[in-house]
């Protein structure tokens, strides 16, 4: 069991815990986080599961993959540490992480 | 109310990594049970809804109850199109909707059995992926000239035909089905076609559709045709009574007409309209439709309805690593079908939905960059 923090556009902070192998827009949807639709249900098609990871822990969710930053390339709030939160799949050592929801998803 | 053990969930993977057994059942969940108990939901599964009673706004339900309601939503989906034929109620004819489906048709799934998919739409092509890549020797039959003929363009067809053919599977067109043969203990052995040939198998899946659940809904005396009927708040002609997803067909504002679709996007633009509704704002749905769908190593996205197109506009060849089909109806983009190229997907979603004129050769010359195409400098 670990723990992620999300902090909302407006700075309202949800914590959210999960088992190694979930992703992150799966414990979003479980935990009922605002913010993270996951419409396609993780299929990296929709684009609406953006998350920006904080600078200290984007070594640990790694880089996108091709497809996956095709689809950030066009999110409008897209930034160096953003990354598609059914993409990052977590693992123990993400325990304690801080990622950030922008304002609109696509 | 669901008819279903299940609570609500994710059908996509029914035909492609569930089936594969490569995720679980919990997985497909659109949310556990305990979000539901915390917001206080009640989910009551595995009830039927036998029916709707306006004057008394109650319904029945299979455990021979009753519920009272201010407001009710229908959001019934839809149910399998079954083919008559001879020989259709043979043991080992499987098709596909929900989880119980799935789960039968993968234990079917071994090495070295020989499937046949009637219907070459993207659930059979789906399936047909999903077999091959356990050992399952496919032949796929379609009646059509071409692959998923229904919602997209001769482009991606061939492409999708070439990928099932270089992968191994027996892809047959214009090959129409008549029945099927009886093995052993009423088991099926074999389907037969319309040319007098026949193909042998051990297990058949056949994919040719749905119908829109409006049993309830016509029972209650709504309007429906082809889908309940709704307006652009997703209210029925009842103003108590809302209907969303697969069971209607709406006014669509984007394509200013009557449109029904199968699609999850559909499904959760239409609930979020419901649920403003609701709530008593006003938040017409307009969304442009998309869709997915994922076959082998190929992932194809589609946006907008592409049928009325009078240009097609290919952006890199079937050979690349991603290619795209823009489709233009009087030099306007009304469709992009979009294989491993999310971002031509996205740029064609912006396109699209602003009804942009662009200039075809911009749109199929590799040195424009996509991107480019939706900041307004490169219109013709
Ligand atoms: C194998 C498969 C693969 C798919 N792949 C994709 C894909 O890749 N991308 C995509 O966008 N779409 C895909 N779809 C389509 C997508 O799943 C549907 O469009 C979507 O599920 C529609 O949602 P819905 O809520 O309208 O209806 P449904 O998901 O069909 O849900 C309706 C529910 O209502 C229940 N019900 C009906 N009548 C009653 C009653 N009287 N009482 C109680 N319960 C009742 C049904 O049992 C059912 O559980 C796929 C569908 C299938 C079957
Ligand atoms: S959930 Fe759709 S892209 Fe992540």
């Given amino acids: 069991m670990g723990k992620v923090t999300f902090i909302e556009h407006d700075q309202t902070e949800h914590v959210a815990e999960f088992k190694a192998g979930s992703s992150v827009m799966q414990i979003a949807v479980d935990s009922a986080i605002p913010g993270i639709d996951g419409d396609c249900g993780g299929e990296c098609a929709c684009g609406t599961c953006h998350v920006i990871v904080t600078n200290e822990w984007f070594s640990k969710t790694g880089t996108p993959g091709n497809e996956e930053e095709q689809m950030l390339s066009m999110t409008p709030e897209r930034a160096s540490t953003s990354r598609l939160g059914c993409q990052v799949v977590l693992t123990d050592e993400m325990d304690g992480m801080t990622v950030h929801l922008p304002e609109f998803q696509m | 109310m669901g008819n279903e053990p299940h609570p609500p969930y994710q059908r996509p993977p029914l035909s492609k990594n569930y089936l594969t057994g490569d995720v679980d059942q919990e997985s497909l969940y659109l949310k556990p049970r305990s979000v539901y108990e915390n917001a206080g939901h009640q989910l009551r599964l595995g009830v039927r809804v036998e029916q709707i009673d306006r004057d008394s706004s109650t319904i029945s339900l299979s455990d021979q109850s009753r519920l009272q309601y201010d407001r009710l939503v229908l959001a019934t989906g839809s149910h399998l199109r079954h083919l008559n034929a001879p020989g259709a109620d043979l043991n080992g004819i499987h098709y ?65 035909y070439d990928k099932h053919r270089g992968a191994g599977v027996d892809v047959r067109l214009n090959t129409a089905v008549t029945g099927f043969e009886e093995g052993d203990q009423g088991h099926v052995a074999g389907v037969t076609l319309a040319d007098g040939g026949t193909v042998p198998a051990d297990i058949v899946l056949v994919s040719i559709g749905v119908i829109p659940e409006t049993a309830l809904a016509k029972g209650a005396g709504l309007p429906c045709d082809n889908g309940i009927i709704v307006d652009e708040f997703t209210r029925t002609e009842d103003p108590a009574i809302l209907a969303i997803g697969d069971c209607t067909r709406h006014r669509n504002l984007f394509f200013e007409k009557m449109q029904r679709l199968e699609s999850v996007a559909n499904a959760v633009d239409q609930a979020r309209t419901a649920a403003a509704t609701l709530m008593g704002e006003e938040k017409p749905y307009d969304s442009v439709p998309w869709f997915w769908s994922n076959q082998y190593d190929v992932r194809l996205q589609m946006v ?77």
């Fill in chain 2, 304 to 380: 907008g309805l592409s049928q009325n197109h009078d240009q097609r506009v290919v952006r890199g060849s079937p050979e690349d690593k991603g290619f795209a089909v823009f489709y233009l109806r009087e030099g306007c983009v009304i469709a992009v079908d979009a294989v491993n190229l999310p971002l031509a997907f996205l740029v064609g979603k912006t396109l699209v939905q602003q009804r942009r004129t662009i200039n075809p050769e911009l749109l199929e010359d590799p040195d424009t960059e996509l991107k480019s195409l939706v900041n307004g400098r490169l219109q013709s």
């Fill in chain 2, 96 to 160: 596909l909707h929900d989880i119980a489906d799935s789960e039968v048709l993968r234990e079917q799934l071994v090495a070295g059995k020989r499937l046949v998919v009637v219907g070459g739409g993207y659930i059979g092509l789906e399936v047909a992926a999903s077999a091959n890549k356990k050992g399952v020797n496919v032949t796929v039959l379609e009646a059509a000239e071409r692959l998923m003929q229904r919602v997209t363009g001769p482009e991606i067809s061939a492409f999708f």
